[in-house]
C-alpha cells in the first residue's frame, strides 16, 4: 500500500493559480501511473489528469486541458498538479491516487488514495 498526502489547496479568485503536491511514500513510486481525481459537492468524484511511470505520457480531461498540467519528481515521491485560470467550476476537493499496475491506463481503477485537499475558487 502507498501513503499518499496532498498539499497546496487553498482559497484563490477566479483566474488565478494553485499548485497542488502529492508525496507518497514508496520509493518504488515510480513503478505507479498518478492521477489527481476531484470531487464536488453533491458529484461524483472525477479524473482530472493522470500521468505515466516515467512521465512521458499524460492525460486530461476535457475541462482543464490547456490549464492544467500534471508533472511528477520520481526522485522526490510526489507529483504535482498546477492550475492556471482557474475558475469557480473547478472548486472541489482534489485527491491523489496511485495505480500500481504495470500497464498504461489512466481510467485506472487505482490502488490508493490520499485524504484529499481542499480547492475553492471565488467568482
Known amino acids: 500500500q502507498v501513503q499518499l498526502v496532498e498539499s497546496g489547496g487553498g482559497l484563490v479568485q477566479a483566474g488565478g493559480s494553485l499548485r497542488l503536491s502529492c508525496a507518497a511514500s514508496r520509493r518504488t513510486f515510480s513503478m505507479y501511473t498518478m492521477a489527481w481525481f476531484r470531487q464536488a459537492l453533491g458529484k461524483e468524484r472525477e479524473l482530472v489528469a493522470a500521468?505515466?511511470?516515467?512521465?512521458?505520457?499524460?492525460h486530461y480531461t476535457d475541462s482543464v486541458k490547456g490549464r492544467f498540467t500534471i508533472s511528477r519528481d520520481n526522485a522526490k515521491n510526489t507529483v504535482y498538479l498546477q492550475m492556471n485560470s482557474l475558475k469557480p467550476e473547478d472548486t472541489a476537493v482534489y485527491y491523489c491516487a496511485a495505480d500500481r499496475q504495470a500497464v498504461w491506463a489512466p481510467m485506472g481503477p487505482y490502488d490508493d488514495w490520499g485524504q484529499g485537499t481542499q480547492v475553492t475558487v471565488s467568482s
Open positions: 500521468i505515466s511511470r516515467i512521465g512521458g505520457t499524460t
